[in-house]
């Protein structure tokens, strides 16, 4: 494994997703992610599974608008883990 061709697809999906959520294509950020995604929210249960995810940002689009940045400080590659 070419662990920095590997770091730069995992930044890449990174890039993808922050375009996409500014973009509002939530079905591009939903093909970034497993069906049993775990999505943790700061005073708030955790959504758990894919249509959770969807259903709460469908609810969101229109009324709000998401726009992030992302500084990646460190990738850490380890038996197939990121």
Do not use: C, H
Not at 12 to 41: F, H, K, P
Not at 71 to 77: F, K, L, T, Y
């Amino acid at each position: 494994m070419n662990e920095e061709k590997e770091r730069e697809k995992i930044r890449d999906v990174i890039q993808t997703w922050m375009r996409a959520t500014r973009e509002g294509n939530l079905e591009q950020i939903l093909s970034l992610m497993a069906e049993g995604v775990v999505y943790l929210r700061t005073g708030e249960p955790p959504m758990r599974g894919r249509d959770a995810f969807a259903a709460t940002t469908r609810a969101a689009f229109g009324k709000v608008r998401i726009e992030g940045k992302s500084e990646i400080r460190e990738i850490q590659i380890a038996e197939g883990y990121a």
